[in-house]
């Protein structure tokens, strides 16, 4: 661990209600550093401030006390804007990552330029079709059929896979995945999973995956942390990390 | 005939009234009520600067640009002073009727006797009424296509995302304020155009005449999409027009049906409410079946309530 680490978290808290009475702190003094190649699942209890720190890092949310380092540069007060040209996001709501009245390839175009600047250039949709065919295709449920649909008429799975693909279209430093595959039913969440898995092994993306499902959290990723009232309880990687089995997760969590 | 051709030149100068609120209703996908000000803002503009001796070209263009100027008014409101949406345009709204007063210093002022748009030696030589025909058009395709154009490019369709799913548009890198500042600010501009034309086309500008405006120009967006139905943006666009041009029809109908001015705007609502009613009409009734396949007797429904 040499190398610098691509996100990194110094000391960072965050209140709610801050400076009244009803003062309650999210997330408490966290330190986390992710290096390149990481794929990390997250995992916690409802309310632990999983949620949170992804709002933290994406800058959706300002923080309180502490500092958010991107590559080594200062990033706490960079707005959400400008944060995406490094940061990419998947949500839990199917309807969050896509715009219903565009189609699959309008809205891939849009995501190829995210975080650059849009200006009076016309779109050239066209030329770039076979590409989105390519691209597409790589996904389980079809989605390359369903390039010149509008993304309103797609299946959750589809949409989906569909958000995953535009947040990975254009290289992000760091892929945020929301509980990604929460509304899926099991056998198109777990396609989608293995789907995510690969492209992010392929491209070695660095991944932050917030999970609440315990098997998804050890079948996938390289590195899994835990939080719990807003702080880091665990970060296990490498063979530490591979030692555990859903036999022995609860002990390891407990100690 | 007269008739008719009058119904489809004002139809046709109302259509970018139409265009300007699509901007906004449709692709934003909010109400803007700053409409009913700005397009007697158009209006009063146009008409005090040719009676100030103003070249008609000019004294329109200036009105597209105090239009403009109210939609960043609303606009800045809404997204840096947080203000909501319907709010931010009530009180631009509101504020123009004094502005429009003070610009034209009384409450109605006449163009009859000076130069406006359409007396030109062309306009002038066409048969009556196809004057406004013929400026309606010209400038309705410059519009449409330079709006189409505007919207292939990466910047419009970072707008269309903006108006379709903002989080999304965010998460994109996408300024969904600067967009929604755009939006308000070309759509305004729009309206005020209509404004100015339909002044120079009636011969004068009155601070009443923004009374009801937003009702027009939904009933042209709705009446083209109930008429129309599922179409690209392009298409729609021209059908917003179009519905412009059967609004006026209705309202020929309605006035030869022996309803007076002054009742306008009460068939104005009438007419947008039974519209925007009338999905629900129709999925109630089973009209659209109906009207399709003409009346069918119903099967005997084996598993009803079982």
């Not at chain 1, 839990?92 to 189609?103: F, H, I, N, S, V």
């Not at chain 1, 250039?121 to 010149?148: C, H, I, V, W, Y």
């Not at chain 1, 990975?168 to 760091?174: G, Q």
């Not at chain 2, 599922?230 to 059967?246: D, F, H, K, W, Y």
Request: glycine share 10%.
């Amino acid at each position: 661990m040499t190398n610098q680490p691509i996100l990194e978290l110094k000391h960072v808290s965050t209140y709610v209600n801050k400076n009244t009475p009803d003062q309650i702190k999210i997330l408490n003094d966290i330190n986390l550093s992710v290096y390149a190649g990481d794929f990390i699942t997250l995992l916690g209890s409802n309310g632990a401030g999983k949620s949170t720190l992804f709002n933290v890092i994406a800058g959706n949310l300002a923080v309180d006390e502490g500092q958010v380092l991107l590559k080594g540069k200062d990033i706490t007060h960079l707005s959400e804007e400008k944060r995406t040209k490094y940061i990419s996001r998947v949500f839990q709501d199917p309807k969050l990552g896509t715009a219903p009245r565009m189609t699959v390839a309008e809205n891939l175009l849009l995501a190829e330029k995210r975080g650059q600047r849009r200006g009076l250039r016309l779109r050239g949709l066209n030329k770039q079709a076979d590409k989105f065919e390519k691209l597409t295709s790589t996904m389980p449920n079809g989605l390359n059929q369903r390039l010149k649909t509008p993304t309103g008429n797609l299946s959750g799975g589809q949409r989906q896979a569909l958000s995953f693909l535009m947040a990975t279209i254009k290289r992000p430093d760091i892929i945020l995945l929301d509980e990604h595959t929460a509304a899926l039913d099991p056998k198109t969440s777990q396609e989608l999973m293995e789907a995510t898995q690969q492209r992010i092994t392929e491209d070695k993306l660095t991944a932050l995956m917030i999970t609440h499902h315990l098997e998804d959290a050890l079948n996938y990723g390289n590195r899994l942390i835990s939080l719990q009232n807003g702080s880091v309880t665990n970060d296990l990687r490498g063979a530490e990390r591979d030692a555990i089995t859903m036999d022995n997760l609860f002990t390891v969590f407990e100690g | 005939m007269n008739l008719i051709t009058s119904a489809i030149g004002q139809g046709l100068l109302w259509g970018l009234l139409g265009i300007g609120l699509f901007l906004t209703f449709r692709i934003l996908d909010f109400p803007d009520m700053t409409v009913e000000g700005t397009f007697p803002l158009g209006a009063a503009v146009c008409v005090t600067a040719i009676s100030h001796g103003m070249s008609p070209l000019l004294a329109t263009i200036l009105a597209f640009l105090a239009g403009m100027v109210a939609g960043l008014i609303t606009g800045l409101l809404y997204t840096k002073g947080r203000i909501p949406i319907l709010l931010a345009g009530i009180l631009v709204m509101t504020a123009c009727y004094s502005v429009n007063l003070r610009i034209m210093g009384t409450s109605n002022i006449s163009l009859l006797g000076k130069q406006s748009f359409f007396t030109n030696s062309f306009l002038e030589s066409l048969p009556k009424f196809f004057d406004s025909v013929t400026l309606g058009l010209f400038i309705i395709i410059i519009v449409i296509v330079l709006l189409a154009l505007f919207l292939q490019t990466e910047l419009g369709q970072a707008f269309i995302a903006t108006g379709d799913n903002e989080k999304m548009a965010k998460s994109l890198g996408i300024a969904t304020d600067q967009m929604k500042n755009m939006g308000l600010m070309v759509s305004n501009g729009l309206i005020a155009l209509s404004g100015a034309l339909i002044a120079q086309s009636n011969d004068y500008a009155d601070v009443n005449m923004g009374i009801g405006i937003i009702v027009i120009g939904l009933a042209s967006i709705i009446i083209g999409e109930v008429v129309f139905g599922e179409l690209t943006m392009n298409q729609r666009l021209v059908a917003v027009v179009c519905g412009s041009v059967i609004y006026r029809f209705v309202l020929l109908l309605v006035l030869k049906a022996g309803f007076g001015t002054n009742d306008l705007n009460l068939i104005s609502s009438v007419v947008l409410a039974l519209c925007l009613m009338l999905p629900t009409i129709r999925t109630k009734l089973g009209l659209g079946r109906v009207l399709r396949r003409g009346v069918e007797i119903p099967k005997k429904q084996v598993n009803d309530n079982d």
